[in-house]
């Protein structure tokens, strides 16, 4: 193991493996998947909504493998941000952070509105009739909260929410598969009837579920074991992960086909699929689980800004002040205030312009999708440009370049569909891209 030198003033570390584990697991947002994404991805890619996440998969697990090459590099807030400025320099790493910035700060605002709508129609399930917005900001303000206490707290919560709500779905999918499956027709899954374009119009979402494993890197100064417990904590959630969306993709959306179109393009089509398969609660627990999960998201989300924050005050991006940490819970809360706040914002306009479930998955799902194509493909890149210990120089090409050409090739895949479609996000997205980059050029020397 290589020697580490004293921790920096202010970030503790803290956290065990299980608590790194927790912030990997809890941000993808495993439920999020079964209830949001994966409806989302079948209402364009029908039965080869399972392809699509098994082409995703292949993909993160190539990015999993990349990030681990960097395991013994010192851990920092920002991240695999810190792995790009290891082999392409200082400017392209502060760039990467401040992309990986936008990145979660559209999965935040994402992952808040569908917390706000599920917890609205828990309340009301319940008998409790609360506004949208007030449900909104009660979660938002909840997350930030519990967000800015001890990272220990946090973590420990996004790891048990995360195990209530998958539960709670993995039991309903198999209790929905036994009252609707007695012989299985797999011809739902038969690739031959599955075209490109279908396969590739749910490649965005697929991808999009599995965003989050990677900010267990954000807790590497934090970790009492990064060298171990960050690449276990990466690998970890992507195998999850990838099994869980492998099964859910193949059965789920044969389920939901079985629903009217409008019960297909509700909030809820899972709770609208089991009421209708006749199993009593289950529309609440599938609420219940929903918001759960959604809340241990929020806070990943949350935990990964709060830290990149930091990590771009340290480098004078942004305003010294946000490089302090709370003096009682040693969280970075004056960055975690001044990213969260305005973003909880956005998500209030975006609740008071009643957008639909489509539409909130084509801006912020595809903002958060360019921006961590671009920073796995630029990890890639470092891969293949810095001496790494512990890796061969053939492991490092094979895997790095196996990486680069795959993310390259989703890209190229995403950007296709959706050009014409969302010009007006993917010229947002470059406009605040280019925006960080002449903020780092005017800040950072050209050789640091």
């Known amino acids: 193991m ?25 941000t993808v947002g495993l439920t999020l998947t079964a209830v949001f994404n994966i409806p989302e991805a079948m209402r364009t890619a029908g039965a080869a909504t399972w392809i699509s996440y098994g082409l995703a998969l292949l993909v993160v697990l190539l990015v999993a493998e990349t990030l681990v090459l960097f395991r013994r ?3 920092s807030p920002g991240g695999i941000a810190a792995y790009v400025g290891a082999g392409l320099g200082a400017r392209l ?13 559209a999965t935040l605002v994402a992952c808040l509105l569908f917390f706000g709508f599920f917890l ?4 009301r399930h319940l008998g409790l009739q609360v506004p949208p917005l007030l449900a909104y900001l009660l979660g938002g ?17 996004m790891l048990l929410t995360e195990t209530i709500s998958a539960l709670i779905i993995l039991a309903l999918t198999l ?3 036994r009252h609707g499956w007695g012989a299985p027709d797999l011809r739902a899954i038969n690739p031959l009837n599955d075209t490109t374009a279908q396969v590739r119009s749910g490649l965005m979402v697929a991808v999009l579920s599995f965003i989050g494993f990677e900010s267990a890197a954000n807790l590497g100064r934090e970790a009492m074991d990064a060298e ?5 904590s990466i690998r970890t959630a992507v195998l999850l992960a990838g099994v869980l969306f492998m099964v859910w993709g193949a059965f789920l959306p044969e389920g939901l086909a079985w629903l009217p179109p409008a019960a297909r393009q509700s909030l809820d089509p899972l709770s609208a699929l089991a009421e209708a398969m006749g199993i009593p609660g289950a529309g609440l627990w599938i609420k219940f689980g929903a918001v759960l999960c959604l809340f241990g998201t929020c806070l990943g989300a949350l935990t990964a800004l709060a830290r990149l924050g930091y990590g771009l005050a340290e480098q004078g991006l942004l305003p010294p002040p946000l490089a302090r940490v709370h003096p009682h819970y040693g969280t970075p809360a004056p960055a975690l205030m001044a990213v969260g706040l305005p973003l909880l914002l956005v998500g209030a306009l975006v609740v008071q312009r009643q957008l639909n479930i489509s539409q909130i998955f084509g801006v912020f799902g595809g903002f958060a999708v360019l921006a961590f194509l671009l920073v796995y493909g630029l990890v890639a890149l470092s891969s293949l440009r810095v001496h790494l210990p512990g890796n061969s120089r053939r492991r490092r090409l094979i895997v790095g370049g196996a990486c680069l050409a795959a993310v390259g090739s989703m890209a190229v895949a995403y950007v296709s569909g959706v050009l014409g479609q969302q010009n007006g996000m993917l010229l947002t997205f470059s406009a605040l891209l280019l ?14």
């Open 435 to 448: 925006l960080g980059a002449i903020r780092v050029r005017c800040v950072l020397p050209a050789r640091r």
């Open 175 to 177: 209790v929905i598969l």
């Open 93 to 105: 790493g502060a760039t990467a952070s401040w992309t990986l910035l936008l990145g979660y700060g």
């Open 141 to 157: 303000l909840g997350c930030l909260e519990l967000a800015r206490r001890d990272v220990q707290l946090s973590t420990r919560t």
């Open 228 to 232: 171990r417990s960050v690449p276990r």
């Open 120 to 123: 609205e129609l828990l309340l």
């Open 2 to 26: 290589t020697e580490r030198g004293p921790d920096p003033p202010g970030l503790r570390r803290c956290l065990r493996p299980l608590e790194v584990t927790a912030q990997a697991v809890g």
């Open 73 to 75: 590099l010192p851990g």
